[in-house]
Nanobody, 126 residues
Framework: VQLQASGGGLVQAGGSLRLSCAVSGRIFSTYGMGWFRQAPGKEREFVGGINWTGLSTDYADSVKGRFTISRDNAKNTVYLQMNSLKPEDTAIYYC????????????????????WGQGTQVTVSS
């Protein structure tokens, strides 16, 4: 299984970025996906997730209302649209795929994800 994240960069506060994560080696449409991030000196944390149908999403309180997760099963890709970015959003962002298929819920727990992308850096300047 391979996950390739892209779309990170440097943006001013208040700006937007869209991250993408292309998945190969697994039947993408049957797995939930998650986005996590790790800021310098901090532990990796849950940002948001989407279930296998795309009908259920969940977000950390810190990004709710600003970030949106979506998926395109035809492209085997999950997206993270990030709006109204803040300096505290600065981190390396990782996508991950659930270890089990057909899970209707979204998990915030990292052990529930068994493959991870390489990470993409997002830097928000004030």
């Amino acid at each position: 299984v391979q996950l390739q994240a892209s779309g990170g960069g440097l943006v001013q506060a208040g700006g937007s970025l869209r991250l993408s994560c292309a998945v190969s080696g697994r039947i993408f449409s049957t797995y939930g996906m998650g986005w996590f991030r790790q800021a310098p000196g901090k532990e990796r944390e849950f940002v948001g997730g989407i279930n296998w149908t795309g009908l259920s999403t969940d977000y950390a309180d810190s990004v709710k209302g600003r970030f949106t997760i979506s998926r395109d099963n035809a492209k085997n890709t999950v997206y993270l649209q990030m709006n109204s970015l803040k300096p505290e959003d600065t981190a390396i962002y990782y996508c991950a795929i659930r270890s089990s298929r057909f899970e209707d819920g979204v998990s915030r727990r990292q052990p529930e994800y068994d493959n991870w992308g390489q990470g993409t850096q997002v830097t928000v300047s004030s």
